[in-house]
Nanobody, 124 residues
């Protein structure tokens, strides 16, 4: 059984930075890509970014390009999301998820595993 656990969320001022981590426990196939989704209050869950197992391919939603960076350390079974230049509109619960999908086709209905989510609050 695979479990994903997010950490690193919290409260930060606009313009600040946070790094989220997603640690996977259990045996996860190298066919899986891992990504981050977020859900703001009153809104649907949306895709943010994904990375292949190898780390070679990534895909970002336009709103975070140039500000967020995804990376992974397979030795630690951990995926990271470095978030810089944060904006109040980045405020949301961030979820880590894993699925066997091309990173450009990551969608919330296609994931096999989900973390419980972690809150990121960006104050203006």
């Amino acid at each position: 059984q695979v479990q994903l656990v997010e950490s690193g969320g919290g409260l930060v001022q606009a313009g600040g930075s946070l790094r989220l981590s997603c640690a996977a426990s259990g045996r996860i196939s190298s066919s899986y890509a891992v990504g981050w989704f977020r859900q703001a209050p009153g809104k649907e869950r949306e895709f943010v970014v994904a990375i292949t197992w190898s780390g070679v391919s990534t895909y970002y939603v336009d709103s975070v390009k140039g500000r967020f960076t995804i990376s992974r350390d397979n030795a630690k079974n951990t995926v990271y999301l470095q978030m810089n230049s944060l904006k109040p509109e980045d405020t949301a619960v961030y979820y880590c998820a894993a699925g066997i999908r091309p990173v450009r086709l990551f969608g919330p209905d296609d994931m096999d595993y989900w973390g419980k989510g972690i809150l990121v609050t960006v104050s203006s």
